[in-house]
Nanobody, 127 residues
Framework: QVQLEESGGGSVQAGASLRLTCAAS????????TGWFRQAPGKEREFVAA????????QYSDSVRGRFAISRDNAKNTVYLQMNSLKPEDTANFYC????????????????????WGQGTQVTVSS
């Protein structure tokens, strides 16, 4: 079992930056690819960014590409999501997820491909 805990959310003005942290504990290791997803009230949970277990490959949704950056420090069992130039439409509960199965690169955008989820951290961006 892997436990994931997100932190770093908060309430900010448009244009500000936040860095989210996803800390893994339990049966940890550097073998898990990790994704960030978000869910706004009344909407489906959507893909934001993903990173491979080694950190060599990343991908982003069109809505955040160029503003957000995902990275990881496997020595600390931690994945980060640096969010810059935040917009009101980024307001959501952000979740990190870890996947143990080998999948294709595009499949990392699917929430069904992940095995473990954190409880989420709220990000609120006001205009």
């Amino acid at each position: 079992q892997v436990q994931l805990e997100e932190s770093g959310g908060g309430s900010v003005q448009a244009g500000a930056s936040l860095r989210l942290t996803c800390a893994a504990s339990g049966r940890t290791g550097s073998n898990y690819r990790t994704g960030w997803f978000r869910q706004a009230p009344g909407k489906e949970r959507e893909f934001v960014a993903a990173i491979t277990a080694s950190g060599s490959l990343t991908q982003y949704s069109d809505s955040v590409r160029g503003r957000f950056a995902i990275s990881r420090d496997n020595a600390k069992n931690t994945v980060y999501l640096q969010m810059n130039s935040l917009k009101p439409e980024d307001t959501a509960n952000f979740y990190c997820a870890a996947g143990t199965r080998g999948i294709s690169y595009p499949a990392a955008r699917s929430k069904e491909s992940y095995d473990y989820w954190g409880q989420g951290t709220q990000v609120t961006v006001s205009s």
